[in-house]
Each structure stands twice: as structure tokens, then as C-alpha cells.
């Protein structure tokens, strides 16, 4: 069973990326992987910011993703960037913090004039960080996100496209090729 850490990017508790990020997060748990959900706004700013991995919540927050086989990163648009928040974080990782694994580069905002951030800002960060198959990121409008009887929920129009790449990053994973099954 592979194991996944799902990591969301944004500073607010109420955002539209986290809910990405449990909704890719449920999408991997149901296709049979064992799935955590790391809000990088949870960490303590200070140790996040001077990149103190002897703090615990960051020693523990790196050892998450040096044990997942694939990571998927939720980032939302500032700027025609993804958030200084995420890059703190993966600022903080090893050189080769992403070595081996796949990634999934997933990405919201107001506009799809911002969807070249997943490959021109991201992708490279990752690249340098050793990922070992980066997968198609996918970019969600903010007003497709929504909840819905309390829940995550996103129109068809952006959740197909959402299916689509976590089927590709499932397939690229180490382990789990055959896990088969959830109808979504």
C-alpha cells in the first residue's frame, strides 16, 4: 500500500487549496493508499521560517515526506506564483528531499491566466529537489471549490481533469499500480 502526504500551501484556515488537498487526499485513500494531510500553516512560523529541523513539529513534518512514496502538493496562485508558505517549507527539505518519489503539483486561483505556475514556478523547485516523476499538475478555479453538506466538493468541469491527473500520479507511484476499484 503506497503511503501519500498530501501537503496544502495556503495560510488560510478556510481555504479553497486545502480543500483540494482533502479532496485528493480522500480520491488516493479510496484507491487504496494510505494518505496524510499536512497543513503547512499548522507549523510553528518561527522554526518554519529559520528552516530549524531540529524543532519537533519540523523534524516531523520532513520525516512525513521522507517517508511517503508520492507527495502531492496543493499551492494556491499569489502573485503568478505558488505561496511563499510552501516554498518555506520545501526550502527546509534535504537537497534531494523529493528523491525517488512521484509529485503532483495541484494549484488554485481566481484566474486561469495563472495556470503556467504549476509549470513554470513549481516544477522546477521539484525538479531540484529530486522528484523522481513530476505528473501533470492541474489547476482548479477558486470559484469551482465549494462545499457542499459540509464537504469538499468541485464542479464537474474542474473534477474531471482532477481525476485524471491523481489516476496518472496513482499510476506513477512505486507501489500500488494494481490498486483498482473506487468509483468516483
Partial sequence: MPSILVISGSPSPASRTERIGDIAARWLTDEGCRTEHLRVRSLPAGPLLSA????????LAAGQVARADGVVLATPTYKASFSGLLK?????????????????PLATGG???HVLVLDYALRPVLHSLGARHVVQGHFVLDQHVELKDGRPWIRPES???????????????PAGRSVTGAVH
Fill in 159 to 173: 473534477r474531471a481533469g482532477l481525476d485524471a491527473v491523481l489516476e496518472q500520479f496513482r499510476a506513477a507511484l
Fill in 111 to 113: 484566474s486561469l491566466a
Fill in 52 to 59: 530549524d529541523v531540529s524543532h519537533p513539529a519540523i523534524a
Fill in 88 to 104: 518555506s517549507f520545501l526550502d527546509l527539505l534535504p537537497q534531494f528531499g523529493l528523491d525517488g518519489k512521484a509529485v503532483l
